[in-house]
């Protein structure tokens, strides 16, 4: 039988096995502040809409520069909430990226909207502009860019359609939480403070990822701002008086209390999945069957996903080959939301997003967090080489 210290060794090396995501190691580094926060919130009691989460709301409006942050609970909460804040109707078209989470495409269609899909670039992944240009209808009321795998979409053209076609924007930065956008004369900002409304997710994994679900909303508008307040609270602003038709989505407090800790890292967290991403491309960068990412011109890249366009390589083959040498890899995303079984559309056939569609069969995202050290990277690296040769 093992003894207790080989069991511990065991689960230690498991447990620094090369992860998508090193949470644990994340963990370790904050663990005192993180272990008091808890067990502060566990005796105060105030363990929903308590003091951690007027002091995590504040935190976060400051950190990003905008007037109000609701949080929620949920990612698909947020985006859900928005659209209700904005009195979306059955049968308002919204466009948004057929590469992308599903959370984006589902709330549109759980809320009887028309998800209208479009093409993203085949560099940085974001909404193609021009795709944008041709699917707006004067049905169109909203539209949803996703700042996927880190780095935000176009946003300032993006903002010039809506005004002049008269729609919302709602940001999907639950991806690209801490990046900034830069304007055309220069002014930065933060994502999610561009459009209308910024939607957010704090799940583990996001780059500011508390330690269950969570999520927020953002606005610089006093009057959305309190009507949002009202739907995420069971459409009331006084307790049992519901104006309008609401849902229960709250951050609980404990999370709250996580993230006011990681929020003050999330800079720091940005360079070192920053420092990861240049390691990766310096060593991956020259190599022919690989595209590394392209990074935007208007945004910084947070590196939520480190994610590679592999061409004339069997993909599949290669995240064979890696977790052979116990290396994780993911597809972000195997189907294009036109394809979903849920997401059929006699609107939509195969062929319609070239783009996507090749994305899709094509991209393999590598293991990024903040602990990843330049050895595992070189073991990675070297993995993908040969496999490749
Ligand atoms: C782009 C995007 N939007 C929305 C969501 C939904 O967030 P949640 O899982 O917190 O509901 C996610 C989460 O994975 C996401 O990546």
């Given amino acids: 039988m093992l003894t207790f210290a080989q069991i511990y060794l065991a689960m230690q090396t498991a447990a620094k096995k090369i992860q998508m995501v090193d949470l644990i190691s994340q963990y370790e580094k904050i663990q005192t502040e993180i272990d008091a926060a808890i067990l502060n919130v566990v005796r105060s009691s105030a363990y929903i809409n308590g003091p951690e989460v007027k002091s995590f709301q504040a935190e976060m409006e400051k950190y990003l520069g905008i007037k109000h942050v609701i949080p929620c609970a949920n990612g698909t909460d947020a985006l859900q909430i928005a659209m209700m804040a904005m009195d979306l109707k059955p049968g308002d078209e919204v466009i948004?990226?057929?590469?992308?989470?599903?959370?984006?495409?589902?709330?549109?269609?759980?809320?009887?909207?028309?998800?209208?899909?479009?093409?993203?670039?085949?560099?940085?992944?974001?909404?193609?502009?021009?795709?944008?240009?041709?699917?707006?209808?004067?049905?169109?009321?909203?539209?949803?860019?996703?700042?996927?795998?880190?780095?935000?979409?176009?946003?300032?053209?993006?903002?010039?359609?809506?005004?002049?076609?008269?729609?919302?924007?709602?940001?999907?930065?639950?991806?690209?939480?801490?990046?900034?956008?830069?304007?055309?004369?220069?002014?930065?900002?933060?994502?999610?403070?561009?459009?209308?409304?910024?939607?957010?997710?704090?799940?583990?994994?996001?780059?500011?990822?508390?330690?269950?679900?969570?999520?927020?909303?953002?606005?610089?508008?006093?009057?959305?701002?309190?009507?949002?307040?009202?739907?995420?609270?069971?459409?009331?602003?006084?307790?049992?008086?519901?104006?309008?038709?609401?849902?229960?989505?709250?951050?609980?407090?404990?999370?709250?209390?996580?993230?006011?800790?990681?929020?003050?890292?999330l800079d720091e967290y940005a360079v070192a999945r920053q420092k990861a991403a240049a390691f990766y491309d310096k060593a991956l960068g020259n190599h022919p069957k690989i595209k590394i990412p392209v990074r935007?011109?208007?945004?910084?890249?947070?590196?939520?996903?480190?994610?590679?366009?592999?061409?004339?390589?069997?993909?599949?083959?290669?995240?064979?080959?890696?977790?052979?040498?116990?290396?994780?890899?993911?597809?972000?995303?195997?189907?294009p939301l036109h394809l979903q079984k849920a997401y059929r559309d006699p609107r939509y056939k195969e062929g319609d997003f070239p783009v996507t569609e090749h994305l899709c069969r094509s991209v393999i995202s590598l293991p990024i967090h903040t602990e990843l050290s330049e050895e595992t990277q070189s073991y990675i690296v070297a993995a993908v080489l040969e496999f490749l040769k």
């Fill in 296 to 335: 935007s011109k208007h945004s910084t890249h947070v590196f939520h996903q480190y994610t590679l366009v592999l061409e004339g390589a069997d993909r599949d083959k290669l995240r064979e080959h890696l977790a052979s040498k116990d290396i994780p890899a993911m597809i972000y995303y195997p189907v």
């Fill in 96 to 265: 948004t990226a057929d590469f992308t989470y599903v959370a984006t495409a589902e709330v549109i269609a759980l809320l009887g909207l028309k998800p209208v899909l479009v093409d993203v670039y085949p560099g940085t992944f974001t909404l193609n502009i021009e795709a944008v240009k041709k699917a707006i209808t004067p049905k169109t009321k909203a539209i949803v860019p996703v700042h996927l795998f880190g780095q935000c979409a176009e946003m300032d053209e993006l903002m010039k359609l809506a005004k002049e076609h008269s729609f919302y924007v709602f940001e999907d930065v639950a991806q690209a939480i801490g990046a900034d956008y830069t304007y055309p004369d220069g002014k930065k900002v933060k994502a999610g403070t561009i459009g209308h409304i910024g939607c957010t997710s704090f799940f583990p994994s996001k780059n500011l990822g508390c330690y269950g679900d969570g999520g927020a909303i953002f606005t610089n508008d006093d009057e959305v701002a309190k009507k949002i307040r009202m739907i995420a609270n069971h459409g009331q602003s006084v307790q049992y008086y519901h104006d309008v038709v609401g849902v229960n989505s709250r951050l609980d407090s404990i999370q709250a209390a996580i993230l006011r800790i990681k929020l003050r890292h």
